[in-house]
């Protein structure tokens, strides 16, 4: 499963990001994923809740954006929106097409906590 991977990935850079801001906790992480790159939504949600518990990111949301296929016809210069099976340009029936989205996967933003520091020494390695 591919996903886990892509999701390690993200995980690793909204860390690191977090980390960089000082914030303690993730609470939410977007991400855009492109259509064309065949990433299952639930796939990634299972490997989110399997990879995040005593991290940073725990209890944290995974919220998905989905981009769908575009693409520009070079011949007679439609864009138009399709799916992974159909490239092709519906108005003139051109294979001359150069994708313009679809293939994201990206981080759009992560929604961090930095407030939740108090008298405990610790916050971080604390078990709750
Ligand atoms: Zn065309």
Do not use: W
């Not at 796939?43 to 944290?60: I, K, R, V, Y």
């Not at 769908?68 to 439609?78: I, L």
């Not at 029936?93 to 990206?106: A, C, M, N, T």
């Amino acid at each position: 499963m591919h996903e886990m991977g892509i999701t390690q990935g993200i995980l690793d850079a909204s860390f690191e990001a977090a980390e960089a801001a000082g914030a303690k906790r993730i609470i939410d992480i977007r991400i855009s994923v492109g259509e064309l790159t065949e990433v299952v939504d639930f796939a990634l949600q299972f490997a989110f809740e399997a990879l995040t518990p005593g991290t940073l990111a725990e209890g944290a949301t995974l919220t998905v954006n989905h981009v769908s296929a575009r693409s520009h016809c070079n011949a007679c210069g439609e864009d138009y929106e399709h799916d992974r099976f159909q490239m092709v340009c519906p108005r003139c029936d051109g294979f001359d097409v150069s994708l313009l989205q679809g293939r994201e996967l990206q981080i759009d933003s992560i929604e961090t906590e930095d407030d939740v520091e108090d008298d405990v020494p610790s916050p971080e390695t604390a078990q709750e």
